[in-house]
């Protein structure tokens, strides 16, 4: 058998990025914005997001605290870098994306996981959360909506973890809402709007996964002035700005937000009820419905030793290299996110693909 | 008096991007290549960049050998840091790029400057070279074109530094090349020729330059393989790869590259001659014509004190800052560039800007 492989592990929809982006940075190169932009960010960008965060959630921002990154990895590294101190702990519920223990490291600090529990759709568990809370930790590192999971946390959770940092004048908050765009209940919050924590409370997001532009490379940071002095800093010392005519289409994106989101969302919703009906027929694979984004992370613990002992399986990543030899999918073990015995499967795909995938699915596990 | 300020301290040209670039850009976004591209680089630019080695130096380069980056500032940052150790030293003939020496500090090392003499239009004084190179010297930094000199080292010069690198067979070499395609005289040979140092030689270059792509943020780095895969693994790690549909302008630019260069050649061909005309006429302002580029680097020394006691200005910067209030112009003092008591002044401007530039300048002077 020599299968196509049919790729559900990667971070990425199938749709196309939205055509007034396109158009809009079309625009700016016919008017020869191809040159040098400032390193910060361009200012229709960071306006349009600081009027972003006012109209959705209510809070001002001044566009000054708004750095334009080259994604949402890099402003990542450059919060980190600015915050951390070595030694320094960050504490984050798990599972987690893969890419921040290493970010964490590079930096010269130590992720410490906190698990949830999928039993309980991974409630934010604040209790756990503040017994690894040590004079070492620097910060709290949520992922709200959550990747793997798609768990988005409700506004209670988000009090409790306000109220956590109300406990811990020196605890920092860094929450990443890059999928925030496509929660299945319409837009989130964002961790912003908590005012009080302001100078503490940083955010890191993108126009990757919201809006189909991961190959565009723009992501932003808003931090606290000292921290966003520091990032700005390193980002002009190490790289220099991004590309002020990619950043006129993400203005156009960002302005367009609304009815953008809408459509994403009105198509992946009806991916997320077939993948789960089909999902619900296999008892061997459980998961949990994502709140938002297209991921569903299958815990295929059931497949394994020492569940099921006749599983030719030990470890969840001999399951998805079966997976993949013998039907042709690949899926992510979600070992380094935290989660073992599990993978993170995207169903941002054609309906044709994913109706080939999920039969695939079937004939494997049963 | 209130003059609009003409911009000569910039490190940018007045030319647009070549068309061919942006047309082959557009081709790639019609194409959908909007979604994430390879950490190393589109296989396609890496290979056009392999070929122009391979037509232009004749050099076999594997193409897994090319890191594409975020601008060539990002090479630099990928390239020291996957070399350097703290307390490592480079060593750099002065005046060099004003980035190098906090480039060089962040990844843990120190720069060394060895000026070059502008009596002597900046020769490369290997003897000078030589003396500084101590059992702490990891690099040596070469820029050819120089930057703010404009000076292209002579074939002789290249291979006196090839021998020194025989003398000191732990000693790595970078040349950054950014302004190898505006040589007055033709496009430059590359350090690379010196087949038999590979394992120690490397190169940065990129499009902000030699295609008027400053915009467009993409560099590359071409380094020995341990020291690339490191390089590779940091941008996997802390940002991830390049904007797959810019990558697709560059193909198409370097693929065209003679004609562009051509182009752009014999327009600042002719700058660079009515600048150096006007220059001549004023004796307190010595200067070198540059070999490559688009800058002047002008001696200010006989208009400060104490060359001229009647002088009110002190620094540089004082001169600098009068020439801005006065009349206008604003260039860049070398001080931070290893040269005190120089400015750099761009050319690459429209001729009607030019004009009245240097009307200022002689006014201010005399």
């Known amino acids: 058998m020599n299968l196509d492989i049919i790729p559900l592990h990667l971070g990425l929809s ?4 939205p055509s007034v982006a396109i158009e809009a940075m079309q625009e700016a190169v016919a008017q020869h914005q191809t ?4 390193n910060e960010g361009l200012p229709e960008l960071r306006y349009a997001l600081a009027q972003r965060y006012l109209e959705d959630d209510g809070v001002p921002i001044p566009a000054e605290q708004i750095l334009i990154t080259h994604g949402t990895k890099h402003a990542l590294h450059l919060y ?3 915050l951390l101190q070595p030694g320094d702990e960050v504490v984050a519920p798990a599972p987690y994306w893969f890419a921040f223990p290493e970010l964490v490291r590079q930096s010269g600090g130590k992720l410490v996981p906190v698990p949830a529990n999928p039993e309980e759709e991974y409630r934010l568990n604040v209790e756990e959360l503040r017994s690894r809370i040590t004079p070492a930790t620097k910060l ?9 999971t798609g ?6 959770e988000l009090q409790q973890v306000a109220a956590l940092l109300e406990e811990f004048p020196n605890l920092h908050l860094l929450s990443d809402e890059i999928y925030d765009g496509l929660g299945y209940k319409g837009p989130l919050p964002s961790f912003l709007r908590f005012e009080s924590l302001r100078d503490r409370v940083a955010v890191v997001n993108g126009f990757s996964k919201s809006f189909a532009m991961s190959g565009w490379r723009i992501g ?5 002035f000292p921290i966003l002095e520091k990032a700005v800093e390193l980002q002009q010392k190490w790289i220099s700005g991004v590309s002020p005519f990619l950043q006129a289409g993400a203005v156009e994106a960002i302005r367009q937000r609304h009815r953008i989101w809408q459509q994403f969302r009105t198509e992946l ?3 997320r009820e077939r993948v789960t009906t089909v999902l619900q027929k296999m008892p061997k694979l459980q998961f949990t419905v994502p709140d938002a984004g297209y991921y569903v992370t299958l815990q295929v613990d059931r497949c394994l030793r020492p569940q099921d002992p006749a599983s030719p399986f030990q470890l969840v990543e001999e399951w998805a290299a079966a997976l993949k030899d013998q039907v042709g999918l690949e899926v992510l073990p979600a070992t380094n996110m935290g989660m073992p015995g599990a993978v993170r499967m995207s169903f941002a795909l054609p309906d044709d693909v994913l109706e080939n995938a999920l039969l695939r699915l079937q004939a494997f596990v049963s």
Chains 1, 2 share one sequence.
Not at 35 to 38: E, S, T
Not at 151 to 156: F, I, L, Q
């Open 220 to 224: 932003y940071l808003i931090a606290p």
């Open 269 to 271: 919703e009806a991916k």
């Open 80 to 82: 980190l870098h600015s």
């Open 151 to 156: 768990k988005v946390y409700s506004w209670a």
């Open 35 to 38: 040159f040098y932009g400032p």
């Open 14 to 17: 199938h749709f196309h990025t």
């Open 140 to 148: 709290l590192l949520l992922t709200n909506p959550g990747n793997p």
